[in-house]
């Protein structure tokens, strides 16, 4: 007789489900919020201030995203293990696809706690200590400086490269996992069309992680609104 | 490809007076596994089963020492019936079908390097057991159910449509080239693509497709098709063009609306 699906079926179900809803659309929304130091410190700060005005912050973040975040790592992981790869044998380009999407998570899993350490938290020795969280008015300076820091900034470089790739092919296993996309043809195309949201996602990335250091990142200056220069007014007459 | 779209047969111009046979020896199952190399006289229109052949009428390495004829499996000797799949030079395939010029034109070494497949059990050296293949078209149902108490009528009509899908996948020989070149399968973690498309092949079938709940419950279970890693190597190796990444995702897509969201139907 029929038996309902299996535990392990569930869980690889749920696994490809969070890395797109709530992961990729989370990442979306903080490359959106990152893109705001294009136009300068103030924007940057109104938009992280306006991330602490969210209302149910705390369930927000422990729901939506921690919990997602630890199941999605750890049981990547565990999938990770039970690969047998053979790209050496057989080098077809989805079997390195297969390979790398194991090599990018294996990373992320590292960058991640780096990142939120970093940033949200402050508690990586020897670097800044002031959480963004909760410091709205201090977050463009603290990644300022943190950026400032070569090393630093080529992490964080790499971390949004290796996050835009397994985002993007990852949308391509979940359509091809989920039976939407299933003919030959059909799978070609959506996998370009991931190949090229995955460099679209990471110059945006890129190019908001280098506004932290240089105004409007690597674009020509004239793109970006300018700074504004805020002259107090004279105090009115009562 | 010749003129006549037929494949041309590729030969060595200049051949080399001998080649060399490096073969994977096993004693028995769980012994350790050793390797011999044995110098042949090359000859023209040479494929692996018939260079074994030659080991075995004068089982001596090249190094000089007597040894025991290598053991492998064979019968159709027509690419057919599967049953002499090995790792030819470090990629899963015939060994019947495999010729000796092609290998040595594609290596441009003078040695062929076989193996037995590393993931089904190793018997003796070339030779593997491969049930445990048997033991995934039972657990997904790969029949259909014909037999009544009486007599139930001419079946169903099948479209000409149906008919080809499903004679693309009728091929299947179960020679395990699929399952060896997966690397989710191994460790009975994970069913691989031959039963995925078996199933397939039963679930598009008008009369099969009454049992596909039972199919479906199979690929469901621990070691189901969610383990799938989508590498995709077992449509680039399978030797008889089985098109079983669409029967995988097609799979995937009647999971989708009869076990995930089939009980919004309820």
């Known amino acids: 007789m029929a038996t309902g699906p299996s535990i392990t079926f569930l869980l690889r179900k749920l696994h490809q489900l969070t890395g797109i809803v709530p992961l990729g659309v989370f990442f979306l929304v903080h490359m959106f919020t990152n893109s705001k130091a294009l136009n300068g410190e103030a924007a940057f700060e109104k938009a992280v201030q306006e991330i602490h005005d969210i209302p149910y912050l705390l369930f927000l973040e422990i729901f939506g995203i921690f919990i997602p975040l630890l199941f999605h790592s750890v049981y990547g992981i565990i999938i990770s293990s039970e690969s047998k790869t053979n790209v050496f044998r057989y080098g077809?380009?989805?079997?390195?696809?297969?390979?790398?999407?194991?090599?990018?998570?294996?990373?992320?899993?590292?960058?991640?706690?780096?990142?939120?350490?970093?940033?949200?938290?402050?508690?990586m020795p020897g670097l800044n200590m002031t959480p963004v969280a909760g410091n709205a008015d201090l977050s463009y300076q603290i990644i300022s400086a943190e950026f400032s820091i070569p090393w630093v900034m080529a992490i964080y470089i790499l971390g949004i490269a290796a996050t835009a790739w397994h985002l993007a092919y990852g949308v391509w296993l979940?359509?091809?996992?989920?039976?939407?996309?299933?003919?030959?043809?059909?799978?070609?195309?959506a996998l370009?069309?991931?190949?090229?949201?995955?460099?679209?996602?990471?110059?945006?990335?890129?190019?908001?992680?280098?506004a932290f250091v240089r105004p409007c990142g690597l674009l020509p200056q004239g793109l970006c609104e300018k700074p504004k220069v805020v002259t107090p007014a004279p105090p009115r007459r009562v | 490809?010749?003129?006549?779209?037929?494949?041309?047969?590729?030969?060595?111009?200049?051949?080399?007076?001998?080649?060399?046979?490096?073969?994977?020896?096993?004693?028995?199952e769980g012994a350790p596994a050793r390797w011999e190399t044995f110098e042949l006289p090359y000859r023209r229109n040479l494929n692996v089963i018939s260079a074994l052949m030659d080991v075995r009428k004068n089982p001596v390495t090249a190094d000089g020492t007597q040894t025991t004829p290598p053991v492998w499996d064979m019968s159709c000797l027509e690419q057919v019936c599967g049953i002499c799949t090995m790792v030819v030079d470090g990629r899963v395939r015939q060994s019947c079908s495999a010729l000796i010029d092609d290998l040595l034109l594609a290596s441009g070494s003078d040695t062929i390097t076989l193996e037995p497949m590393s993931k089904f059990p190793n018997i003796r050296d070339l030779k593997v057991d491969r049930s445990k293949m048997f033991d995934h078209l039972k657990q997904v149902h790969a029949w259909i159910e014909l037999d009544g108490s009486y007599n139930l009528g001419p079946g169903p009509q099948m479209s000409n449509e149906v008919a080809q899908d499903r004679y693309a996948l009728s091929r299947c020989m179960t020679c395990g080239c699929c399952l060896e070149a997966c690397?989710?399968?191994?460790?009975?973690?994970?069913?691989?693509?031959?039963?995925?498309?078996?199933?397939?092949?039963?679930?598009?079938?008008?009369a099969g497709k009454m049992d596909i709940d039972e199919r479906l419950a199979g690929l469901t279970g621990d070691d189901g098709i969610g383990n799938c890693g989508n590498a995709q190597n077992c449509v680039q190796v399978c030797p008889m063009n089985i098109p079983l990444t669409r029967a995988i995702y097609e799979t995937n897509r009647d999971i989708t609306v009869n076990t995930l969201f089939g009980w919004l139907k309820k």
């Open chain 1, 192 to 210: 370009y069309g991931c190949i090229a949201a995955a460099i679209g996602l990471f110059a945006i990335g890129a190019n908001a992680a280098a």
């Open chain 2, 1 to 28: 490809m010749g003129e006549n779209g037929h494949n041309e047969k590729r030969r060595l111009n200049d051949p080399p007076r001998t080649f060399k046979l490096k073969i994977q020896r096993r004693e028995k």
């Open chain 1, 174 to 189: 979940f359509a091809v996992d989920w039976g939407i996309v299933i003919g030959e043809k059909a799978q070609k195309y």
């Open chain 2, 183 to 206: 690397p989710q399968y191994g460790d009975d973690k994970y069913i691989g693509p031959q039963a995925i498309a078996q199933a397939r092949l039963f679930n598009i079938h008008p």
């Open chain 1, 92 to 123: 077809y380009a989805r079997n390195w696809f297969y390979l790398f999407q194991r090599v990018t998570g294996g990373f992320l899993f590292v960058f991640i706690l780096f990142h939120v350490l970093n940033l949200r938290f402050g508690l």
